[in-house]
């Protein structure tokens, strides 16, 4: 079982601080052995984002002998000791990050004194990528010149001589854009946000993956993939780069808008300008911006290319160093569809869950479908619930800390074991957890591991169609506003409300996701009683045969809310949802489970039946623990020669088959109950 860890090691009560993460020493490598722990999410050698010469020496200088004694490593030993125990650290891109840090020196710059915590001990400056391209600092850092002999040029052929003024989004109106989400409360420091669009930057960044691949990094994790997405809400980029693509784009995509234009000189900052529009237009009213629906194209395009090109180098180049490439995966935040874009050049799926609650087993269902077949973890994005989960650690309380983490196992889903894990500067502290229960759970996992396939008993299939849901993020993409609260999966929230629906009503189903990378073909449709299309209104011509033909066979397919016109005879009344769940089961399902709204469940097949799965969220809010269920019944469409129960933590849970019938008792958090045939 692949368990993800958010390795980023930041000390507990102490600001989580990009990009340079603490140094690892040899118990922290010990504890992932201990807990199981064998994929190190954004581990190591992030330091790129200040600079080439900072990231060698975070890689390779020699540590002193007083860190020696406790077992500290640079980021080379680190790596190297991860491989021999089987573990994969990944290092980090940034790739929306460029940083700029206050520091203190010397008088002659010899010594570096202090460095981001100032403690008013020498002369103040300030150490980033600007500097490091200048080569202020030749006593303490190498030059840039040694990792580009010769020197960087950018596209009109000009040595480039500061690097930050070259990478650095620029506005309508020549503004940086500062990704500000990971920089810290009251402190000095800057974080701009590179344009990925700019081929000199593209260059910059395959230069630190080789150097991450000499120094043994066992992964490369790209952070915000998404770069060029997250400028254009903030008001766009509209660098040289910028311009000369999107003139490139519009020429191999012509469009009503483009047409009189004289697209061999066009230039799109200069025609807004020339029409009147500002920053401020695009923060507050982007949708009536001309072209603006090409140029949020234009920018999705260079989303993907980046990713490709930086995944196809780092496996060139480890392949002619190491002899095999090395693994590639991209942060795909919260699953959104624009993130399947990248995933096909991913080797491993990771991301950041959002909005994470108590209780989402639809969303883990979906996820699990997203990860396209492909081992993956995703780490926690912080909000009030994390927040008070850290708290109940501290407190000696793991019940909504355990339940976080077995949920969405229980779906295929994957949630990393936070270590020294970004709380996003909500406030001043890391998660980590009580390492004894993580040691006892990872235990437990490795035990039962031929419990968790990860191979879904359902009869119901609900389809989630890529390019209906892509087309409607990028409307509200274009129709958000500065600070507006957009909750995830609101894009495509009939479906995402169904799925939630289905598992609170204990329907089985599994999630298709349609894509043009994962099609909708009859074969996938063969074995399932019911199919269910939620604003699929994308679907083409063909795809909507599909699932006509099929229906004309199985009789039982529905579309809900927006549809294609050739599939309005299969809709179910919208005023009517909660019946959804009865007309399914009148299609049959292995396991119906009593109404307890308490217990959510899902249906592994194993080499000797199934296992049933059982997840507890009878929270007490006040206790801040789960309370166990006194009793649930199945019926089963199957007949088990015999039952055990697995539970974690240990409760006193029973399990009985009377007839088709499996009734339980006193069920705990989480419960497998295994029934072989």
Known sequence: MLRGVHYMCWYGEDWNYHPSMPMKRLQQIQDMVDVGGNVLLWSCLGSGSIGLPYLDREANE??????????????????????????????????????EFPAEFNDDCSRLLAFNKLRDAGNRGWLGMREMSKGSYPALFKPMDHYFPGGLFNSDGERVEDFLEEFRCQTLDGKPILSAWVMVPEHDHKCYMPCANNPTYMQYIKREVEMMVDAGAGGILIDEPETQLIALIQSG?????????????????????????????????????????????????PGSVPLIRQFLDFNLMGMERAVAEIAAHAKEYSAARRGKPIPVTANMYDCLPYSALVRKYC????GEKDNIKLRQDGAYRFGFAFMQGKEGSFVQDPNEHILRIVED?????????????????????????????????????????????????????????????NSFEARTALVYHHRSALELDLERMLRMRPNENVQPFRTFPTFHDLAQSLCDGHVLFNVLFVSEDQPLTPERLEGYHTVILPDACRLSDSEADIVLDWAAVHGRAAVLGEAHPKLEGLRFDDTKPSEMRDWILQGGQPVVAEDVPQVGMSLHKTD??????????????VRRCVEPVPAMSFKLSFQPES?????????DTKAQIEGDVLRLTDIGLYTVVELQL
């Not at 080797?347 to 990771?350: G, P």
């Not at 040691?439 to 039962?448: A, N």
């Open 608 to 621: 000797k039946g199934y296992a049933l799965h059982l997840v507890n969220y009878n929270f007490d809010d």
């Open 237 to 285: 980029c509209f660098c040289k780069d910028c311009i000369k693509g999107f003139r490139e784009y519009l020429k191999s995509h012509p469009c009503p808008e483009s047409e009189g234009l004289d697209l061999d000189s066009f230039d799109y900052r200069r025609f807004l300008k020339a029409e009147g529009y500002r920053d401020d237009n695009l923060l507050t009213a």
């Open 393 to 453: 650690i501290k407190d000696g309380r793991n019940d909504a800390y355990i339940l976080l983490m077995l949920e969405p196992l229980a779906h295929g889903f994957n949630i990393a074991i936070p270590y020294g894990a970004w709380l996003k500067n909500l406030t001043k502290d890391s998660f980590t957890p009580d390492m004894r229960v993580e040691r006892e759970m990872g235990g437990w996992l490795k035990e039962h591991e031929y419990l968790f396939t």
């Open 347 to 350: 080797d491993t799926i990771c």
């Open 62 to 99: 020699e540590v002193p002998p007083r860190l020696r004694f406790y077992g500290f490593l640079n980021d080379r030993e680190f790596c190297e000791e991860c491989a021999k125990r089987g573990i994969t650290a990944y290092a980090v891109i940034w790739k929306a990050q460029v940083w």
């Open 643 to 651: 039952v055990r129960v697995h539970t974690f933590p240990k409760s």
